[in-house]
């Protein structure tokens, strides 16, 4: 379920953040990972507490 997103999380910080940042390559890779373990934390509470309220269901969603 994380797999992909934190591909992406780590590939646009790769790209993204020498750029915008100034950061090597090294760093940038770390920061991302960094970014991509934060975001299960963040996302995975708010998802439950919307399958608790039933939030969707009149349409079926989530299944």
Known sequence: MCFIPACFEI???LLLGPRFFGLSLLDAAILGTVIAAVSPAVIVPRMLKLM???YG???AFPK
């Open 52 to 54: 608790e309220t039933n």
């Open 11 to 13: 590939i646009g910080m």
């Open 57 to 59: 269901t009149k349409k």
